[in-house]
């Protein structure tokens, strides 16, 4: 698992909205951990902020134990900090949150025109389509899509 600072990154929206729905449902962090088949302590961890989960199958089973998504509880970005710890390691995760960081604070701070926003949006779009494509090209065959070959 891989430690996301709270001065760094993306907004600890996992924590509250955790703590959030384990409140709702009236259970105690023990009792969401043998729901969820984990740890009380990795709870208690995820809630404190300390930690976040590092794979989609360990916040699944919390959002299945809780009865709600793993969009809901991950917020609008977690998804891709997970997603790029699990194919890149740490260091992909930390660099996708420093990025989802740097890019909401751009668009947040209100310094920018509408035009420039509408711009940097169009850049971004056109480098993940351009990354999709090469990945496509250059993935080992044992990774593609047969609709891809």
């Not at 919390?62 to 991950?74: F, K, P, Q, S, V």
């Amino acid at each position: 698992m891989f430690v996301i600072k709270k001065e760094r990154g993306i907004p600890m929206v996992f924590k509250e909205r955790l703590k959030e729905k384990r409140t709702e449902a009236n259970l105690t962090q023990v009792e969401l951990a043998e729901k969820a088949g984990v740890t009380a302590r990795t709870i208690q961890n995820y809630e404190l902020g300390s930690r976040k989960p590092s794979n989609m199958v360990t916040i699944q089973k919390i959002a299945d134990a809780l009865n709600t998504t793993t969009e809901y509880l991950l917020g609008s970005s977690g998804t891709y900090v997970v997603e790029a710890h699990e194919k890149g390691g740490a260091k992909a995760a930390k660099d996708i949150e420093e990025l989802v960081s740097e890019v909401t604070g751009m668009f947040a701070g209100g310094e920018l025109s509408e035009d420039a926003i509408e711009g940097a949006y169009k850049a971004l779009t056109d480098a993940y389509w351009i990354a999709k494509e090469n990945n496509k090209k250059y993935a080992p065959k044992t990774r593609r899509k047969k609709s891809d070959q």
